[in-house]
């Protein structure tokens, strides 16, 4: 068995851009994010400190909240494994930042990326929920390719780039619009050309992972799509 991996203690460079990252966003997000995303961020002080935040520290903050954790991992990992974390209820970060010449563009997901992005929404229940389930669905699929790609198409356009709707209103939500000043201002200009989410449309849309998104979805109601979900996988056994 590998020995699990540990963060690295960051340099002043380092800290000081992931500082420019936060505080240009935080503020970019003020007026265009849910209150989902936006209070559960503020209230996760291990993430608002103007330094990397440790990854023990917000996983403990997790865990006494939804019983979630975080586990280090070193980039992108095989799907199985990324739904069978999941369903443990235990999401993966990478602990690299991005140089200061790359604020906006990656090729691959950063720390700042999976943690601003992807944290605060874990410390909502039903979100919370959400994933764990999506986990175990994908786990029960193993190997049927055809179900596990509509999986992938749902968590594209939903926990990476969906909008929800508050008080009637189409709030930005999706990790990868979150953790993006450019994505963030680019989807804002699309908000009032969203598509109605439905489970169906989602998973018969394709995404490109190089290009900026065309298509967002609207979720009106997670636990409804928590429904969608059990439904669909019910329906395909
Ligand atoms: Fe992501």
Redesign the pocket.
């Known amino acids: 068995m590998n020995a699990p991996l540990i963060q690295p203690l960051y340099d002043e460079v380092q800290h000081g851009t992931w500082s420019l990252l936060y505080r240009r966003q935080r503020e970019n997000l003020a007026d265009k994010a849910a209150r989902l995303y936006l209070d559960a961020l503020d209230g996760m002080e291990s993430l608002t400190e103007p330094t990397i935040p440790r990854v023990e520290v917000m996983s403990a903050q997790l865990e006494k909240t939804t019983g979630w954790g975080l586990v280090i991992v070193p980039g992108l990992i095989p799907v199985d494994d990324f739904f069978s974390l999941l369903a443990r209820k235990r999401f993966c970060t990478s602990t690299w930042v991005r140089r200061r010449d790359q604020l906006d563009y990656l090729e691959e ?1 950063d720390m700042f ?2 943690t601003f ?2 944290v605060p929404p874990l410390m909502d229940p039903e979100f919370a929920l959400f994933m764990q389930r999506f986990g175990e669905v994908g786990e029960a699929l193993r190997g049927n390719d055809e179900a596990v790609l509509a999986l992938q198409r749902l968590y594209w356009f939903f ?2 780039f969906g909008f929800v709707e508050e008080r009637g209103m189409p709030m930005a939500f999706g ?2 619009i979150m ?1 993006s000043y450019g994505e963030t201002n680019h989807a804002w200009d699309l908000r009032s050309d969203l598509r109605k989410f439905t489970l169906e449309g989602v998973m018969s849309t394709p995404f490109k992972t190089t290009e900026i998104q065309q298509t967002y979805f609207l979720i009106k109601d997670i636990p409804e799509v928590i429904r969608e979900l059990n439904a669909w996988h019910a329906g395909l056994s």
């Open positions: 997901p990326h999976d992005g992807h926990v990476e990790a990868g953790s």
